[in-house]
């Protein structure tokens, strides 16, 4: 069955730092990839997707990502992080089952900046 | 923007009462989800839905659950009997078609009580 894993339950960056949020995957078949965003209150943003080609994908807010099959990871970076950033992140994958399609999150990571 | 609604945005109810949360998919789109999260934990899928029946759901999903696109415009779950544990953070999803991203509703926190 397919999982997702984010070790980092918790980060803290203080603004302007960079930042890399790190998620491992593990499914049988060529995976589609998602980061989510979540703030306080509020529901799911997709911030960016993978889904086949350049391995390398930008998403919104400043955000990338990069599709890594040989670690299955897809990990999350941003150059420098700003106040806003501050929120719950989550990877996903979508696995099709008889051309029905579902995500599988990880558990999350709490992103903190400090000033 | 067209985005996913869901209504209400917060609801308590006692433990043993039926509850009916509702969404409105992006009009367009064909594949309809929820998931749930508990406090605390992951984003848990629950039952996907298209052509008017479950594709596919999850072993959460048991007999006091079910869905219904009523109008062809709403999407809803109905809840049975709650339980203590079915509290949680519901969230609603649409997509177009297959092989694109699923945009998700701003949830539904459920408050058995």
């Known amino acids: 069955a397919q999982s997702v894993t984010q070790p980092d339950i918790h980060i803290t960056v203080s603004e302007g730092a960079s930042l890399e949020l790190r998620c491992n995957y593990s499914?049988?078949?060529?995976?589609?990839l998602f980061w989510y965003v979540q703030s306080p209150g509020q529901g799911l943003q997709l911030l960016l997707k993978?889904?086949?080609?350049?391995?390398l994908v930008q998403g919104i807010k400043g955000f990338e990502a990069e599709f890594k099959r040989s670690q299955s990871s897809f990990n999350l970076r941003k150059p420098s992080v700003h106040w806003s950033d501050a929120a719950e992140y989550f990877c996903?994958?979508?696995?099709?089952?008889?051309?029905?399609?579902?995500?599988?999150f990880g558990t999350g990571t709490r992103l903190t900046i400090i000033p | 923007e067209p985005e996913v609604t869901q209504t209400p945005s917060h609801q308590v109810t006692q433990m043993g009462q039926e509850v009916i949360l509702r969404c409105v998919p992006i009009?367009?789109?064909?594949?309809f989800y929820w998931y749930r999260q508990i406090l605390g934990q992951k984003v848990e899928f629950l039952v996907s839905?298209?052509?008017?029946?479950?594709?596919?759901k999850s072993e959460i999903f048991d007999d006091q659950f079910s869905v219904e696109r009523p109008d062809g415009s709403n999407f809803t779950l109905k809840i049975r009997s709650t339980k203590l544990e079915d509290s949680a953070m519901y969230f609603c999803?649409?997509?177009?078609?297959?092989?694109?991203?699923?945009?998700f509703g701003q949830g539904t926190r459920l408050t058995v009580v």
């Open positions: 999803a649409s997509r177009r078609r297959l092989n694109t991203e699923a945009f």
């Open positions: 499914y049988g078949a060529t995976p589609y």
């Open positions: 993978y889904f086949s080609g350049d391995t």
């Open positions: 996903a994958v979508g696995t099709t089952n008889f051309g029905n399609e579902k995500l599988t």
């Open positions: 009009s367009n789109h064909l594949y």
């Open positions: 839905f298209y052509n008017n029946e479950i594709s596919e």
